[in-house]
């Protein structure tokens, strides 16, 4: 006779996921450190190999050093790390290659492939591979343990701690990359209104820069900044020549046809200013101490921090001025500065500039005519914070004018005819 056990009661229990095949992860591995080595020669070629006219290897050490570092403990780590860790590392070495990739796709479209564009374009499909992959291996990985309700609440806390560490570390990290990787690169069609000089002239570190002069009729000279990628910039150089003022456009440094690495932000670009400045002391047609400058956004926050550095710029009218660093925007948001705080030391990272002094500090300084130009609304509402805070820490000399209708820098355009009449009269009390 045959006895047939009775069936379990006891509910089935979940198991972890098997281990994946040897040979699955070995094409895993072998894919992850394939492009790894794609990134880190772009890396190479692009800080060390090929940099930008006027920079050297040395000045990319540390913005080179690091990423290849990571990238090189990547591929090294990957095969000892569980499923969850492959494919986090995965997808942020993807993350980095299109963001590395970025910059070649960028000028090749503006000005044409040329130096380590190649690469670059290299790098852009080589971390878009890895996307895909990371996502499998993640769900491949994922554990099968405990009830229903709990591994879906496990899930969801993984995916939103994950959005958060994206959101907050990962794509600021990816910004700083661009910001300080990316620039205009071409030189926009001069519409000026009258003649021009093309012009060239060297910074105090080294750095080459081009850009074109008006020469003045009536002794005094303006720089009209930030330079002549800035549509906004030659619309204000005509009506001031039209008034017999010198103006003086030129491109930044890593910006248009001058030497150096870009930094949108402006880190150490007071150089650059103080080196037009020199310039235009050498001109025959310009008087001492009648030199000025109009600047907008991160034009205007340049040009407020050389006023605050030397008394050589007379006068200073600065429009669409916000943040650059982190002590700025915790003067105005207070602790929800931290979510800025990766960025700037991303920005540290790929330039190799530290932080300049916080505006408020340096607008306090300033002993020369200012005048601050905002919008209401623009930049919901923080660049009118921002100039307000300006305004209350200088002295009697900085002046606020607010332009209800205007946009960021689109004052000109909101209200041309009162605009121009309250900067010519500004520079003609000044200068």
Known sequence: ????????????????????????RSLETLIVRVVSSVVAV???????????????????????????????????????????????????????GLAAGLEGWHYSLSVGPSGDDFTGLVTLPAGALLLP?????????????????????????????GAAL?????????????????????VPEAKLGTAYEEVRFETSDGFELE??????????????????????????ARFLARHGYGVLLFDR?????????????????????????????????????RIGGIGLSVGGEMLLETAAETSELSAVVSEGAGSRSYREVRDIAGAEALSYLPMALAVTLFSGYTPPPAL????????????LIHGRDSQNG?????????????????????????GHTGGLEAAPEDYERRVVRFFNAAL
């Open 1 to 24: 006779m045959t006895v047939t056990s009775p069936p379990s009661l006891a509910p089935p229990v979940d198991t972890p996921e098997p281990r994946a095949p040897a040979s699955r």
């Open 42 to 96: 772009h890396v190479v070629d692009d800080n060390f190999l090929q940099p930008n006219p006027g920079t050297s290897a040395a000045d990319h050490l540390l913005g080179g050093l690091v990423p290849l570092s990571l990238l090189l403990g990547a591929a090294l780590a990957y095969p000892r790390l569980r499923p969850f860790s492959r494919g986090v590392t995965a997808l942020l070495v993807g993350v980095f």
């Open 133 to 161: 992959l990371a996502v499998v291996t993640l769900w491949r990985g994922r554990r099968r343990d405990g009830s229903r309700a709990r591994r879906y609440g496990r899930r969801a806390l993984i995916a939103v701690g």
């Open 166 to 186: 994206g959101f907050f570390i990962a794509m600021p990290v990816v910004l700083g990359y661009q910001f300080t990787h990316l620039a205009t690169s071409y």
């Open 211 to 236: 850009g074109w002069y008006i020469p003045s009729r009536n002794g005094a000279a303006v720089i009209s900044f930030p330079g002549r990628k800035v549509k906004g910039s030659q619309s204000r």
């Open 253 to 289: 440094r890593g910006e248009g046809e001058s030497d150096g690495d870009p930094n949108s932000f402006g880190w150490d670009g007071d150089r650059d200013v103080k080196a037009a400045i020199d310039y235009l002391q050498s001109r025959p047609d310009v008087e001492p101490g």
């Open 360 to 371: 408020g500090d340096l607008v306090a300084k300033i002993r020369q005519p200012t005048l």
């Open 382 to 406: 923080t660049e009118r914070r921002h100039n307000v805070h300006y305004d209350e820490v200088g002295g009697p000399n900085v002046k606020r004018w607010e332009i209800p209708s205007s």
